[in-house]
């Protein structure tokens, strides 16, 4: 089930929200343990790779390439990295990324290839995300094979790769299986649970964590950390046990500028779902999240500590934060129910006007139809004629109020429109979603009255027309008959 989003009346939980920074912490220093050794696993196959090869082709030590792009060494097509379509491919695009039957002139990077492939637990090396040509001089290119296949095209290094592409490294590469007691091969490992519990921080739909929850997300991260083959072979271990222990007691001190990344890393994730979300309800949501995460970043900066930060000031912090937000919110649908009062105002004024414009026809088209008829008494053409006119008349009065009431709504819109778009727009960010949230919980009750007596005024007014043309043809048919 979704989450909702946080209203006014429904404010975010401080403590939930707490709960989820201290999750997204120690995700952080999880990570933080864990990528020395998989940047040194990584090294590693590289070097033995490129030594095997060079020996098996009679090569001079130390023989590198750097000539062969990543099109180069693959076949085409090759499903989910190029397809051809009405013969062209635009992963293969020009004459230096076609693929070469040939291989590697310098007799390594297809070979190179070959290696990564064996070494993928899946077989399914992620290449779109890789750079060929820095296989040589760039140990993450490598491992960037062992990544998730969409959004890391871009990273250049371990510090650039999120917590779940580290893990994935770890699951996907086989080096790892003989240096990890836990088993790789089968699901729900310790490893893989990590990933899940930093795809759960990074991307919950609300940044809160429930209490149970987060003594759920320490007991993996520690798994991690305490498996016998992981640390015998972490040779630089940074004591992130003893951090996740402190931060779980509320004893931690943290440097300003690691609370500042782990939420602009959070930031930079929000800012790619909001490019890529389609759903505008999905996508004010995320707004309102980066909205709340850059106003702690902003609370977190002013603490007057010089680089150090206690969690009691960190809850402070995310406290007036809350406060802080939740203040921008109430202000801004405020205005907005403001702007709905006016617009409702003007619809009814609009119509008012209309309902009485149409009366004041029905009774000049009575006034002349009654004229007409005893002007025309016992002929016949005279009274239809009259009969047609008054007719006529009730048509263009029905077209009249219809007018005027479809007036009403575009008014009602447009001043609506009006002031929110002329909301401060430092806000905007923040209240987007809310906004919306609004706009169906309060604008849809209002529509809903107002089109009921918009809908009731028409109802009668066509009445009075009806009881009205009743009369008329009465008195008609009686002066036929005199």
């Known amino acids: 089930m979704a989450a909702s989003v946080p209203t006014v009346s429904e404010p975010l939980s401080n403590s939930k929200f707490f709960n989820w920074i201290k999750a997204a912490l120690a995700v952080f220093y999880t990570k933080e343990e864990i990528e020395p050794v998989v940047i040194a696993e990584v090294k590693d196959f590289q070097q033995d790779c490129l030594?095997?090869?060079?020996?098996?082709?009679?090569?001079?030590?130390?023989?590198?390439?750097?000539?062969?792009?990543?099109?180069?060494?693959?076949?085409?097509?090759?499903?989910?990295?190029?397809?051809?379509?009405?013969?062209?491919?635009?992963?293969?695009?020009?004459?230096?990324?076609?693929?070469?039957?040939?291989?590697?002139?310098?007799?390594?990077?297809?070979?190179?290839?070959?290696?990564?492939?064996?070494?993928?637990?899946?077989?399914?090396?992620?290449?779109?995300?890789?750079?060929?040509?820095?296989?040589?001089?760039?140990?993450?290119?490598?491992?960037?094979?062992?990544?998730?296949?969409?959004?890391?095209?871009?990273?250049?290094?371990?510090?650039?790769?999120?917590?779940n592409g580290i893990i994935s490294v770890i699951i996907n590469h086989k080096g790892f299986e003989a240096k990890i007691k836990d088993d790789l091969s089968k699901k729900n490992n310790i490893f893989d649970k990590g990933r899940d519990v930093g795809k759960a921080v990074r991307h919950s739909p609300n940044l809160e964590v429930e209490d149970t929850d987060l003594t759920h997300y320490f007991a993996i991260l520690n798994n991690i950390l305490t498996d016998p083959g992981f640390v015998a072979i972490n040779k630089s271990p940074n004591n992130a046990i003893q951090k996740l222990a402190k931060l779980q007691s509320d004893d931690l001190i943290i440097g300003k500028d690691v609370v500042r990344k782990v939420l602009d890393d959070v930031g930079k994730t929000i800012q790619e779902q909001i490019r890529n979300e389609m759903d505008e309800y999905k996508q004010k949501t995320e707004e309102r999240k980066l909205e709340l995460i850059n106003i702690i970043n902003l609370k977190v900066k002013d603490i007057e500590e010089k680089g150090n930060v206690s969690l009691a000031q960190l809850n402070g912090a995310v406290k007036s934060s809350i406060d802080a937000f939740d203040a921008k919110v109430k202000e801004s649908i405020q205005e907005i129910d403001r702007q709905t009062r006016k617009g409702k105002e003007t619809l009814e004024s609009v119509t008012n006007d209309g309902v009485q414009n149409v009366n004041k026809e029905k009774e000049n088209a009575i006034k002349e139809i009654q004229n007409a008829a005893e002007k025309s008494r016992g002929n016949d053409a005279a009274v239809k004629s009259s009969i047609d006119a008054f007719e006529a008349k009730v048509t263009e009065s029905i077209q009249e109020i219809d007018s005027q009431t479809r007036k009403g709504k575009e008014t009602i819109e447009s001043v609506t429109n009006d002031g929110v778009q002329n909301l401060n727009k430092e806000k905007e960010n923040a209240i987007k979603e809310i906004q919306k949230a609004a706009e169906k919980s309060r604008g849809n009750d209002a529509n809903a009255k107002i089109s009921e007596d918009t809908y009731q005024k028409k109802k009668e007014g066509k009445k009075n027309i009806y009881e009205c043309t009743t009369f008329v043809y009465n008195i008609t048919m009686a002066l036929l008959h005199v």
């Open 51 to 163: 030594h095997v090869i060079s020996s098996a082709n009679f090569l001079p030590a130390g023989s590198t390439c750097s000539n062969c792009c990543t099109e180069n060494l693959i076949v085409c097509p090759t499903n989910r990295i190029c397809n051809v379509n009405r013969g062209k491919c635009y992963y293969h695009i020009n004459v230096a990324t076609q693929y070469r039957p040939s291989g590697c002139p310098n007799k390594i990077c297809h070979n190179l290839k070959s290696e990564i492939q064996k070494a993928h637990r899946y077989h399914g090396p992620s290449y779109k995300n890789t750079d060929a040509t820095k296989w040589c001089s760039n140990a993450w290119e490598i491992a960037k094979c062992y990544l998730p296949p969409d959004g890391y095209k871009d990273v250049s290094n371990a510090g650039e790769t999120d917590f």
